[in-house]
């Protein structure tokens, strides 16, 4: 019997959708909002900056790590063939159904959330309740209050789901220029606060800080810190989309993530040096508190503009990028079969897309912003401290592997790279257990589930050796 042959993805994404797809889902609305929750559990601004320079000496190692491995492997899902080639199929599927059912659905609510929080400026009713859920779904076992916004941000997923189902090189023209946008409105934000904003008054000799420094505390900001650099790897998602991968991922992957790097510092630069730590710590969105105090109600307002042009630009790319990652698994026999279509005329695995934002609009509906980024950190770090050894376990596995990019300072960089990913993992299940351990049942839940899928393709193999050669 002659069987179809399967439709392909299209390498539609050229260096600067890869390098936009690396800036744009970075950059989303972790800047505008996380300087608040990093001042007060470090208690001094020097911490924070000491936080944002090691989040991103962590991040930049990840992304020269994460840079040999796409070149070598650019396929579709990223740390999917990574985790595959590295360690076997159960690890590369125990990342795709951590991607599918928390981190990537997960992130895509937390930045629809995060949409629908800044709206809510221009039309407060977002903000207001329409209808309470009698049951302790709620945080700390409250109520689940359902908001009118969450309603707009499920819409706003729809909407790009849409967008993506109907081709990768439209999704990717949409995250060139929405990238080019906000990065232009960062800009701006960064001149006003250095250049034309008051300084506020010198701290007093012998202040005491917001909050004592500890080291717990270090690692409970670097959680924030990590929230807002998450999205670094998205690009290896769409490997197989990108023309050129073997020069285009390496680069997309560094030059985005040291650009994202000096735009944090510059923004922090901006923030502290017109608030005070003790207004950044009561602002819960401090890019628009520094703009009210240079320009009055229009420069907060414009910042909440930004930040929903950021947002807009980080959610497309994290939709273009997750659906890949359980269609890869989906096409090797550990997933829903229909999750692996293709579509013969826009080439773009439309199921897996839908599949995907069905379940982060759910998710909205789930918890606050900071409930959702915490565990979608920690369970993502799992999983990227595993890929990023795997240059290691591939280079001894499999040295006859073509690797048109080494990893600078190998094999260092992975190894520091590891290391403080172990100790982040446990800082931040000390620090937030409840929303650390969902994230790890979430992935142990998995098991049972790739035991099925794994007999069923056994199952197929074995029919397909027992029919008769034409």
């Not at 999704?171 to 006003?192: E, F, N, R, S």
């Not at 769409?238 to 020069?247: G, H, I, K, L, T």
């Not at 819960?284 to 703009?291: F, G, I, L, N, T």
Request: net charge positive; glycine share 10%; hydrophobic share 55%.
């Amino acid at each position: 019997m002659t069987r179809a042959i399967p439709v392909e993805l299209k390498r539609d994404l050229g260096p600067w959708a890869a390098a936009s797809i690396v800036v744009g889902t970075v950059i989303g609305s972790g800047i505008f909002l996380v300087p608040n929750d990093m001042i007060l559990r470090v208690g001094r601004p020097g911490w924070v900056f000491a936080v944002w320079i090691f989040g991103g000496l962590l991040t930049l190692a990840g992304a020269l790590s994460y840079a040999e491995l796409a070149a070598a492997i650019p396929e579709a899902g990223g740390e999917y063939a990574y985790l595959r080639e590295a360690y076997g199929p159960l690890w590369g599927f125990l990342y795709s159904w951590t991607q599918m059912w928390v981190a990537k659905s997960g992130s895509i609510a937390t930045l629809a959330t995060g949409f629908f929080y800044y709206l809510a400026n221009f039309f407060p009713a977002l903000d207001g309740v329409f209808y309470r859920v009698p049951l302790p779904l709620g945080p700390h076992g409250a109520p689940l209050d359902l908001r009118w916004g969450q309603l707009l941000a499920i819409a706003l997923i729809a909407a790009l789901a849409w967008l993506n189902y109907f081709g990768v090189k439209l999704g990717g023209d949409v995250q060139v220029a929405v990238t080019a946008v906000k990065v232009a409105l960062i800009a701006l934000i960064i001149v006003a606060g250095l250049g034309f904003g008051s300084p506020h008054a010198p701290d007093p000799p012998g202040n005491i800080p917001l909050t004592p420094f500890t080291v717990a505390g270090f690692f409970a900001a670097l959680v924030a810190a990590l929230w807002a650099y998450d999205g670094w790897n998205n690009v290896a998602m769409v490997a197989s989309e990108v023309r050129d991968p073997q020069r285009n991922l390496p680069r997309a992957l560094i030059g985005g993530t040291i650009g994202v790097i000096a735009i944090y510092l510059l923004a922090n630069a901006a923030y502290f040096r017109v608030l005070s730590p003790e207004q950044v710590g009561s602002s819960s969105r401090v890019a628009a508190e520094m703009m009210r105090h240079i320009l009055g109600a229009p420069g907060a307002a414009g910042v909440s503009i930004a930040a929903m042009i950021s947002i807009f630009a980080a959610l497309n790319g994290s939709i273009l990028t997750g659906a890949r990652v359980p269609y890869a698994a989906a096409r090797q026999g550990y997933f829903f079969s229909a999750i692996a279509r293709v579509g013969e005329k826009r080439r773009t695995p439309g199921v897996s897309i839908l599949a995907l934002c069905t379940w982060s609009a759910l998710l909205v509906l789930s918890g606050t912003y900071s409930q959702l980024f915490t565990y979608v950190i920690f369970a993502s770090w799992i999983l990227y401290g595993m890929a990023a050894a795997a240059v290691i376990v591939l280079r001894i596995k499999r040295p006859e592997l073509p690797r048109p990019y080494r990893t600078l300072g190998y094999p260092f960089v992975p190894i520091l790279f590891v290391l403080v990913a172990a100790v982040f993992i446990v800082s931040t299940l000390w620090d937030s257990p409840r929303e650390s351990l969902m994230g790890i049942g979430l992935i142990l839940l998995g098991l049972p589930f790739y035991a099925y899928w794994n007999s069923h393709r056994r199952a197929r193999a074995a029919a397909d050796d027992m029919e008769p050669q034409a």
